[in-house]
């Protein structure tokens, strides 16, 4: 990554203070991870609450300039030599902050300090690396379009993305008949982290939500349909939510800004398992998958999720690995995958929606239709008969007619 643009930015945050950065970084140009930077806060000791009006807190804590430098040093150190390079490039970042500006030692000066109040500096630290690593990625993609020219359509494209653990792979069938059967340019992306598309150290709807918005800037799409399952149900709400202009329909299979369902809960479990998996490099494809089922099946009983799951094993230079970022999807699952961000609490999304669940799930329940309203206001809700949380599996033609009937009204 070039350095000039986290210059840039530490040179922008350096010059306002904590309690105004929000105001300063709520743009959509600027890395989402800020927009709630603030509010992430974590419960202290009493005695550390005590302390929390003295010098210490109101000159290192609360000023973004502190901040940034400690997110500069772990930046340069992690992008030398690692985490050991970062933390000694950090505490000479705060030797040469103190003579500066005349404040003793200011990152890493332990006399007085305890264990929560280095956490907290350090936590700080992280989150503002996690800043100048938090830009859009360019999504690979597969693309459907018919060769018939009185066939194309020119109304606008649809984008789909798939949901956790998944891939473009999961909606070539859909993506085929939807371009057969409206002529419109059917796109189904890949998102960070999974698939053919880049891995990253962050995942949350707000970046997933800006590499769609990217993708449309790359492609030169100005308004599109966006179809998005469970994860990627979240991501287009929340692109939705960020920049409704690019919008021409919104279309949420299975997924609610509200809740989830229960069942998300052994998610981490068999991710843990995953990422502990290492399979023999002499194995077959076949053989690989096999050996990797039965380590599976102990957390996961149903068949059909473990061959879902499956079909993210690759065979790369003579060995196995996940197609997807398992540690990076492991370590945001909570709660950056489990809920939804509420970007802001007067914005709504008041485009065509229309909310595609499976009547046999509980991702969406009809009791919260009033609550997704408030943000979707102009949303209708449909509901496949005899289909789970996959409906697209489950009942592909009925889902099939549904978004083309939603698409040519």
Known sequence: MNLLPSLLLLCAVTSS????APQHLTQRSQPPQLYQFRGQQKPHSPAYEQRQHSVLRPRIFDEVSSAGIFGIGIYLGE???????????????????GLFTGKKNLAFSLKGRSVEDIQYAFNVAQQVYQAIEDVPISMAYSSFQTTLPDKISNKPPVVIMHGLMGNKLNWKSIGKALNEKTGRLIYAVDARNHGDSPHAATHNYPLLAEDILYFLKEHNIPKAVLIGHSMGGRAVMAAALLEPSVVDKLMVMDMSPIRVSDSINYVPRFMDI?????VPAHLTIQEARTYVDELLKPAIVETAVRQFLLTNL????????WRINVNTLAVHFHPYITTFPILDKYRSFEGDTAFIAGELSDYIRKDDEDKIMELFPQATFHYIEGAGHWLHVDKPKEVIELIVSLLEP
């Open 314 to 321: 690759v065979q790369v230079d003579g060995g196995y690995k």
């Open 17 to 20: 203070s904590w309690a105004n």
């Open 79 to 97: 992008l030398v030599a690692g985490t050991l390079l970062a933390l000694l490039v950090l505490y000479l970042a705060g030797v040469v902050y």
């Open 274 to 278: 995953m990422r502990r998996i290492e």
